[in-house]
């Protein structure tokens, strides 16, 4: 069965924490992708991965940055976490052309 | 701009009456649709996918979707909705030979009353 695994279920940070939200896929898969999903927002593409150590910018990078080392594994990463950036953040990875996306179950951040 | 559009925020159902979950989509390119659904505090589960072919899909759960290119839209169908189907719907567009990004709908939360 194909799997998406994010780290945390649920975090709770301070303001002006480093933040680390860690994502693994094991279907050998391209793409990845982070998103943030508010209510009345739907899923906004924050950055997305479609190599190792390639990275592109989504609609809403600011404040975010990402890493990807290894295929398996995207980390989003939130320099400075404010409290404005409390929100479900969702991973997700694709393979190659014409292919759906599998999601992670969600990392629900709460920033204090 | 591609954009998918799903006008419904929220809709209220029955259990065993229809439902219908529209989705529009404004995209340059050939297509591909898909349809998400998210119970709370989850990630998001393929329902369905069109990529070609016949233009009535069948997904897991029972539910269906039409493709229409004439008017831009991917409908999500459940002839007897179950207490178990109140969850978030996305629709989802992405390009044809991309592997790029998908672009989602806002969603339309399901309610369904006893």
């Known amino acids: ?112 | 701009a591609q954009s998918v559009t799903q006008p419904d925020i929220h809709i209220t159902v029955s259990e065993g009456a229809s439902l219908e979950l529209r989705c529009n989509y404004s995209y340059g390119a050939t297509p591909y649709l898909f349809w998400y659904v998210q119970s709370p505090g989850q990630g998001l589960q393929l329902l369905l996918k069109y990529f070609s072919g016949d233009t009535l899909v069948q997904g897991i759960k029972g539910f269906e979707a039409e493709f229409k290119r004439s008017q831009s839209s991917f409908n999500l169908r459940k002839p007897s909705v179950h207490w178990s189907d109140a969850a978030e719907y996305f629709c989802a567009v992405g390009a044809w030979g991309s592997q790029g990004n998908l672009i989602f709908g806002k969603g339309t939360k399901l309610s369904v009353k006893p």
């Open chain 1, 1 to 112: 069965d194909v799997k998406v695994t994010q780290s945390s279920r649920y975090l709770v940070k301070r303001t002006g924490e480093k933040v680390f939200l860690e994502c693994v896929q094991d279907m050998d898969h391209e793409n990845m992708f982070w998103y943030r999903q508010d209510p009345g927002l739907g899923l906004r593409l924050i950055y997305f991965s479609y190599d190792v150590k390639m990275k592109e910018k989504g609609d809403i990078p600011e404040g975010y940055s990402v890493s990807r080392e290894k295929k398996e594994r995207f980390s989003l990463i939130l320099e400075s976490a404010s409290t404005n950036q409390t929100s479900m953040y969702l991973c997700a990875s694709r393979g190659n052309m014409n292919t759906e996306a599998f999601f992670g179950q969600g990392t629900r951040l709460t920033v204090v």
